[in-house]
């Protein structure tokens, strides 16, 4: 490859991840890193604020979707790299950066409102308020899915010079796993007003997720659904040196569809009532 086709792709790297994800995406590297203090934050006050919600502290789901927005915010500014420099501010870009970040404001506002309040954000149906904010806050989790579409279409179309192409496909392929099983998941969820993520039998939690061990719990599933941006690109940049282009390629194709596979298949089983993994 020669030095001016590698260009544009090492132009865009700096002297550390934190320095480049701010070349990459300013406004979305300054949200994630806000939203990642405001969990270090959240999680803080777990130790000095006694109150209680559904057995945990009323501070743990804020301290999560912090944790989990910040990483995805964080993910899209680190994506904006593939894109070819001149086309990182084309409108449909430039617009899904402002409302991404003003859905994962208003989402995590909310949420750390009724935190504060003692009350459930989630499948809260105590008033006609309650269940309108309910619904909005499941709007603008959806939304912020669907701004990665604009950003995956220009990494496919324009990449940047120099971008492996199965770095590409596997950023692409990962957006698209997240966006479609993400946004399934999480509608499917959304809608369980009785038990909420549970299904049947409740008790006891898994260490740090916290997801349920009595019973089945659709979280399962969100949670694998939503990881495929992040993994595929790791197994292409892991597997390229070591088996080769096309041998990379298949290791990537073939990690996307186990991704998918052991969605559906936790989503599965979670529907069943069965605890995760082994039920």
């Known amino acids: 490859m020669s030095a001016a086709a590698t260009f544009d792709a090492a132009a865009i790297r700096s002297a550390s991840p934190i320095a480049e994800l701010r070349e990459r995406q300013p406004a979305l590297a300054a949200a994630g890193f806000a ?21 945990v502290s009323v501070w743990t789901k804020p301290a999560k ?12 500014a680190w994506f904006f790299g593939y894109v070819r420099p001149d086309r990182r501010d084309a409108p449909a870009l430039r617009w899904s ?22 009350e459930r954000s989630h499948f ?12 909005a806050m499941g709007a603008a989790a959806l939304t912020m899915l669907l701004t990665k579409i604009p950003l995956a279409l220009e990494i ?11 770095l590409r496909l596997a950023v692409v392929a990962g957006i698209a796993l ?46 694998f659904g939503m990881h495929g941006e992040q993994l595929l690109p790791v197994v292409a940049a892991l597997t390229t040196g070591a088996f080769g282009a096309l041998g990379s390629r298949r290791l990537v194709i073939a990690a996307g569809v186990a991704i998918a596979a052991i969605t559906v298949a936790v989503f599965a089983q979670a529907v069943m009532g069965q605890a995760f993994p082994l039920g």
């Open 35 to 55: 939203f990642l203090a405001l969990f270090a934050v959240a999680s803080a006050l777990q130790l000095f604020d006694g109150r209680t919600l559904d057995g």
């Open 65 to 76: 979707f912090f944790l989990s927005t910040g990483v995805f915010l964080l993910t899209s």
């Open 97 to 118: 950066v402002r409302i991404v970040i003003a859905a994962g404001v208003f989402e995590l506002g909310y949420i750390t409102l009724q935190a504060g309040l003692g």
């Open 124 to 135: 809260n149906r105590a008033d006609a308020a309650h269940f309108w904010l309910y619904g």
């Open 156 to 166: 496919w179309r324009r990449p940047v010079r120099g971008l492996d192409p199965t």
């Open 178 to 223: 997240t966006v479609v099983l993400g946004a399934l998941s999480g509608l499917y969820m959304s809608q369980q007003y009785g038990a909420g993520h549970n299904v049947g039998a409740v008790g006891g939690a898994t260490p740090l997720f916290g997801w349920n061990r009595a019973g089945g719990d659709l979280r399962v599933a969100h949670f």
